[in-house]
């Protein structure tokens, strides 16, 4: 796993996290090829990498009294992806003022560095009262001011 930090336009710090994955067996079709539900855990996998090497995984949010439900996805699948390979995951933290978190991923397929798909995913917070939170948690905040050098 390898983390990149680097400053983009806007002057906030970009936040990424590089992680490979070997397609497993179960995650495979009839056919060897990874079937399109699973590219979901990939992003998964990325989040959970990105948490690891960033202090915001989701047991750091748990013990903030919140957790961090998905309200969006998607993905764009490029290229097949077959077992026996492995992926590489990027996953870039996209910088938001509202009480979301939003990633960017990047999938390649690491033999061959070929783009197989790439997404956005975002996490609203959600007391453990299961009630939505519309205002930056505090916690959120001092960990944006931390790494994003805002």
């Known amino acids: 796993m390898e983390a990149l930090s680097h400053m ?24 060897g090829i990874v079937w399109h ?8 996998d990325g989040r959970e990498a990105f948490g690891r090497a ?5 047991l750091d949010v748990y013990k903030n009294n919140f957790a ?5 996805i ?3 699948f490029k290229k097949i992806v077959k077992y026996g390979d492995s992926v590489k ?10 009480a ?3 990633f960017k991923y990047e999938v390649y397929r690491e033999s061959d560095g070929e783009l197989v798909a790439s997404g956005e995913s ?22 944006k001011q931390k790494n994003l050098e805002i």
């Open 122 to 143: 975002t996490q609203v917070f959600m007391n453990l009262e299961h009630e939505l939170y519309i205002v930056v948690p505090d916690f959120f905040e001092k960990w």
């Open 89 to 98: 995951i990027i996953t870039t933290y996209i910088h938001s003022p509202a």
């Open 100 to 102: 979301k978190i939003i």
């Open 8 to 31: 983009n336009k806007t002057n906030f710090q970009t936040l990424s996290n590089t992680t490979v994955v070997p397609v497993r067996f179960s995650e495979v079709d009839a056919l």
């Open 68 to 72: 961090t439900p998905l309200v969006k």
């Open 37 to 44: 539900g699973h590219y979901l855990k990939f992003f998964e």
């Open 54 to 58: 960033y202090e915001l995984g989701y």
């Open 74 to 76: 998607n993905v764009d």
